[in-house]
């Protein structure tokens, strides 16, 4: 099974801050996750990658196969960006994804 | 197109009762899933379905049962509730294996076992 780790657990910035979550797991994987949930519930997919780099307006998500490794950056982040950011990975030939426990970010004003 | 939706919201149940948590899509992905999320722990799964026919279970399967009968609902039963299956469940699809494709959320839907 795979072992799904994030860092930090929680983290508090100033708008305008750049920002970067981690995510390390423990085997060889066919595809990373990156979602996003807010209070009140609801998760979106933000990510799906399995090399390399991907850019979503403020959103850059990264991976590391040979060390792996995730991170998540958010530049010049905003209030609205303050929410529960999730790691998922997905294993060679298996429809079952692992979870971490997600990263709490908070941004002030 | 509504996406994934999940019902009820909220639901309250005594101990032993049973119901059916109802999660239905309109994009006509093949991959279905429920996932339970507790505080503290990454979301778990339950069960899921890679077509109409086709169950499995996931992780945490025991007190639940799925039925894939079409491509668009893939309902949850809890047979007999249990106080340990208070939670935030999470129905979730994507349109093919789970290493090409990004996953589509339902709301979620929050049941207190008392």
């Known amino acids: 099974k795979n072992e799904v780790e994030q860092s930090p657990q929680n983290l508090t910035a100033q708008e305008g801050e750049f920002i970067t979550i981690n995510c390390s797991y423990s085997?060889?994987?066919?595809?990373l996750h990156w979602l996003q949930q807010h209070p009140g519930g609801g998760i979106v997919s933000l990510f799906m990658?399995?090399?390399g780099k991907k850019k979503h307006g403020r959103l850059i998500a990264t991976i590391n196969i040979q060390e792996k490794h995730s991170s998540l950056h958010i530049t010049a982040s905003h209030p609205r960006d303050s929410a529960v950011y999730i790691c998922?990975?997905?294993?060679?030939?298996?429809?079952?994804?692992?979870f971490g426990t997600g990263t709490r970010l908070t941004i002030i004003p | 197109n509504a996406g994934v939706t999940q019902t009820p919201k909220f639901q309250v149940l005594k101990t032993g009762q049973s119901m059916t948590l109802q999660c239905a899509q309109d994009m006509n992905h093949e991959y279905m899933s429920w996932y339970r999320q507790d505080p503290g722990m990454g979301l778990r799964l339950i069960h899921y379905s890679v077509g109409a026919g086709i169950t499995d279970q996931g992780e945490v399967p025991n007190g639940y049962n799925v039925s894939r009968s079409t491509t668009e609902d893939f309902p949850l039963r809890l047979l007999s509730a249990a106080p340990s299956q208070t939670s935030v469940y999470f129905c979730a699809t994507g349109i093919g294996k789970l290493y090409n494709s990004p996953l589509h959320f339902g709301n979620g839907t929050r049941l207190t076992v008392t």
């Open positions: 998922a990975v997905g294993n060679f030939g298996n429809e079952k994804l692992t």
């Open positions: 085997v060889g994987i066919s595809a």
């Open positions: 990658l399995s090399s």
